[in-house]
């Protein structure tokens, strides 16, 4: 089956630093790519749409000059997080799927990052 | 903005036990209903479906859910749970025509004892 492949899967980094995690589809062209947060306890909470070749679409409290994201090509998409604090320690999750409005989601394993 | 509710946190059943989870969602439109299965240090995967037709929906191993309109709930079944069904699972909702945009519930944690 399709797989998207996460990496990485846990980083530290000290606060103020810029921390990149990729998200790569690795057997599918992924036209499009949701990225999530998550909380313990609490639900996915979608960050961004991501549309090849096209700037991210951001949900509502989403600052995305702090976390950015970049798809540049078909099999890629990468969340920076920048500036890190300690309150964007959290598990962030990808999704990706195909062309075709009902083609099925694809996540990655996730990817903990913990900010000191 | 659509909302999904997932009122059971932490579930434990014994094996051979019966599984209902609940799921209801809030959401005028017409819908989309996933749910969705976290094993232990394993990505989500999908587990069923609904777009349209039938009401009941089959999934893999032995999963089913039953969507009804008139309650706006999508709940997981199954009829006799194993020691490997343990996992967390998530009903999400998504709105036709956006493209898999989801809205995820928080989730249920089951835990299933020999």
């Known amino acids: 089956g399709a797989v998207v492949s996460q990496h990485p899967s846990r980083v530290i980094c000290k606060s103020g630093t810029s921390v990149k995690i990729e998200c790569r589809s690795l057997d599918f062209q992924a036209t499009t790519m949701f990225w999530y947060r998550q909380f313990p306890k609490k639900s996915l909470m979608l960050m961004a749409t991501s549309n090849e070749g096209s700037k991210a679409t951001y949900e509502q409290g989403v600052e995305k000059d702090k976390f950015l994201i970049n798809h540049a090509s078909l099999t890629l998409s990468t969340l920076t997080v920048t500036s890190a604090h300690p309150e964007d320690s959290s598990f962030y999750i990808c999704s990706a799927r195909g062309p075709g409005i009902n083609s099925p989601l694809h996540f990655g394993n996730g990817t903990r990052l913990t900010v000191t | 903005a659509q909302s999904v509710s997932q009122h059971n946190h932490h579930v434990i059943l014994s094996e051979a036990a019966s599984l209902e989870l609940g799921c209801n969602y809030s959401y005028g439109g017409t819908v989309n209903l996933f749910w969705y299965v976290q094993y232990p240090g394993q990505h989500l995967q999908l587990l069923l479906k609904?777009?349209?037709?039938?009401?009941l929906v089959k999934g893999i191993k032995g999963f089913e859910a039953e969507f009804i309109k008139s309650k706006f709930s999508f709940n997981l079944r199954k009829p006799s749970v194993q020691w490997s069904d343990t996992a967390e699972y998530f009903c999400?909702?998504?709105?036709?025509?956006?493209?898999?945009?989801?809205?995820f519930g928080t989730g249920t944690r089951l835990q299933v004892t020999l």
């Open positions: 609904y777009f349209s037709g039938d009401p």
């Open positions: 999400a909702v998504g709105n036709t025509g956006t493209a898999s945009k989801l809205t």
